[in-house]
């Protein structure tokens, strides 16, 4: 058990060290990742300027909710779907078949490891932002909130794992995907609150993406931080997390399962 | 001609009327073709191999050989797992390999030409350590491996320059030794000497037969260079339009699809003129009608002759035998015929059965 857990670290720490082969490149992605939050931060600070509260946020509420979103959309959002297209597209995952490690396993592995580095590298720049609109930050983080935010945090990214690799087995099916990829980044950007605190959406809208997970990965755990959840809530919010992560979790594997019986490993 | 079917041993690979069919869409040409097609596509099967059997015993070397297209990379991907087939079984050490069972996985190993299985930006030699893990090898095992390996296959300077600037031929040797790293059982070798300069191909060729010497596993290689089989293989199974068209030794092969043999002879001594030339053409010509294998004068000079003689290497020795126990020369060599000649008669040739791509099926479909 402990040497099958070993090689999808190894993989997960050599996909990190294969980041690292290009660290300008690495730290471009890090700070494009991080940074479309922290411009709506500032876009709302002019906003505000003769208003006391919108969509029931006040200015620090709103400022610190889109530096909470960015840091958990950063950490929460893996991007494997590019790199399961690629090598579907290219038979690239041919080598990766003939190996006993499950490459869907070793997908989320890798991307865990990418993902802190990816957060590490974004912090400085995170924290010099921070330190600019330390005067707006409100941290009311009582220990059960704490749990609760890191628990959401965890299960986020867990929900969007499921949602990436689904997304990514499409490539099984149809050739190009990107077109697909462009949809549902602009819905992920609207629902799950990155762009907007969803109470600011339209009524219809907001109904709609209550039966979608979106709302569970930027909006929810940031909700959760800023205190603007009642336990209970909380708690169910929580729960339906967990049910969103083991369904796209076990969606997605039932479906890359069904794309490898009609993988054809193209070209030679 | 089933070589395996009449071996003892248990075969390590066994495939029964194993069929693969791809489905493409065809798009008429032009800009209206491609509006066409958004609304109408034609649905195409191609049948890329069609119900072929064969076994493979313990410790065999065998050479896929075909056109490209011919199919043989399709029967390595479905006898590797990397594919499901459309139709039929295969048991590779005894298990289904589509259902890529990990005690399979571990005792087989796939080298690709074409695709690269190290990490492209890092050092072959962190590929190797993931091989490691991924295999489960102990770290005593692995620095052996590693150590003999990299004696085998002289990595010493490689192991540590990223992948991207190695040379091609400094690649496949990387690939191919982190390919048996974990020392497998059957070795499937997909095209391995593509790309590679003549030096290089040799060099690969070396060492595959090295490493078979000295640990006896079953290679399965796939080429289009007839030399790569030639010089690794015993037995071709030559496959085309997806079927089988020959499986056995490329000796028998040759003597069955090579109609003749060349003899060359070198005169003892050069004869000096038209006269003499004419005369030793002459008494040739009368050899040839009253030999039991007829056989003809390609080429005639002052100093050698080379004759065109039908049947395998024996008929050729009896002529050569039967000549010069007659004529004086100093040298007599028999020579084979082309292979690369002999494939390429075989597969301009009409499959045994099944049909090209002329019995396609083909429907619409609406998207």
Same mark, same amino acid.
């Given at each position: 058990m402990i040497s099958s857990g070993r090689k999808y670290l190894t993989a997960g720490l050599l996909s990190w060290q294969d980041c690292l082969a290009y660290r300008a490149n690495a730290a471009i992605w890090a700070l494009v990742d991080g940074c479309g939050s922290m411009v709506m931060a500032l876009i709302w600070l002019s906003v505000f300027r003769d208003r006391g509260e919108i969509g029931g946020y006040s200015l620090n509420q709103m400022i610190t909710y889109y530096l909470v979103a960015s840091a958990v959309s950063l950490l929460t959002t893996p991007h494997m779907e590019y790199n399961i297209i690629w090598e579907i597209r290219q038979g690239l995952l041919s080598g990766y078949l003939t190996? /006993?490690?499950d490459r869907y396993t070793m997908h989320i592995v890798s991307e865990t490891v990418w993902q802190v580095m990816k957060f590490l590298m974004f912090l400085p720049s995170y924290l010099v932002v921070c330190w600019f609109l330390r005067r707006y930050i409100i941290i009311t983080l009582t220990p059960l909130n704490l749990l609760f935010f890191c628990s959401a945090v965890l299960l986020a990214y867990l929900i969007n794992c499921g949602m990436k690799m689904l997304l990514g087995s499409v490539a099984f099916w149809v050739t190009e995907t990107r077109g697909l990829f462009q949809v549902l980044e602009c819905l992920w950007g609207l629902l799950s609150g990155e762009i907007l605190p969803l109470s600011l959406l339209p009524i219809w809208l907001t109904v709609i993406g209550?039966?979608? /997970?979106?709302?569970?990965?930027v909006w929810f755990p940031t909700e959760l931080f800023l205190d603007r959840v009642p336990v209970q809530e909380a708690v169910l919010g929580l729960g339906l997390q967990v049910c969103w992560a083991v369904v796209l979790l076990v969606v997605s594997r039932l479906v890359w399962m069904r794309g490898l019986a009609v993988y054809e490993g193209v070209g030679g | 001609m089933k070589w395996g079917c009449s071996m003892p041993t248990t075969p390590v690979i066994t495939a029964r009327h194993l069929s693969k069919t791809y489905y493409t869409f065809r798009k008429p040409e032009g800009l209206r073709g491609a509006l066409r097609s958004l609304f109408y596509r034609e649905r195409v099967a191609r049948e890329?191999?069609?119900?072929i059997s064969f076994t493979v015993a313990p410790g065999e070397l065998v050479g896929f050989l075909g056109p490209n297209g011919a199919g043989k990379t399709t029967t390595l991907k479905m006898l590797t797992g990397i594919l499901h087939p459309t139709a039929g079984e295969a048991y590779v050490l005894g298990h289904?390999?589509?259902?890529?069972e990990k005690s399979l996985l571990k005792q087989i190993a796939l080298v690709m030409g074409q695709k690269s299985?190290?990490?492209?930006?890092?050092?072959a030699a962190d590929t190797f350590l993931l091989n490691k893990d991924i295999y489960e090898l102990s770290t005593s095992d692995y620095r052996r491996r590693l150590k003999e390996l990299t004696e085998l296959f002289e990595l010493e300077d490689l192991?540590?320059?990223?992948?991207?600037?190695?040379s091609l031929g400094e690649r496949m040797k990387c690939e191919l030794a982190a390919c048996l790293l974990h020392s497998p059982t059957v070795l499937f070798l997909d095209e391995p000497t593509i790309g590679l300069d003549l030096v290089s191909q040799r060099k690969l060729r070396h060492f595959l037969k090295e490493y078979n010497a000295r640990h006896q596993l079953t290679i399965v290689l796939t080429s289009h260079y007839m030399q790569d089989v030639k010089e690794l293989c015993r037995r071709v199974v030559v496959i085309n339009h997806g079927v089988i068209i020959y499986d056995g030794s490329i000796s028998d092969l040759l003597a069955q699809h090579a109609g003749t043999r060349l003899i060359k002879l070198t005169w003892a001594e050069p004869l000096p003129d038209q006269q003499v030339q004419e005369d030793m053409r002459r008494s040739l010509m009368t050899l040839a009608e009253n030999s039991e294998r007829r056989f003809r004068i390609a080429e005639f000079d002052a100093w050698s002759t080379v004759l065109e003689v039908s049947g395998g290497a024996t008929a050729a020795g009896r002529t050569a035998a039967q000549i010069t126990a007659v004529i004086p020369v100093s040298d007599v060599q028999i020579q084979e015929p082309d292979i690369e000649k002999v494939m390429a008669e075989l597969f301009s040739t009409a499959p045994a059965s099944g049909t090209d791509g002329a019995g396609d099926e083909r429907a619409g479909s609406r998207l």
């Open positions: 190996r /006993p490690a209550g039966f979608l /997970p979106f709302k569970y990965v | 890329a191999v069609k119900g289904i390999p589509w259902k890529r299985q190290l990490w492209w930006d890092l050092p192991l540590h320059i990223p992948v991207r600037q190695l």
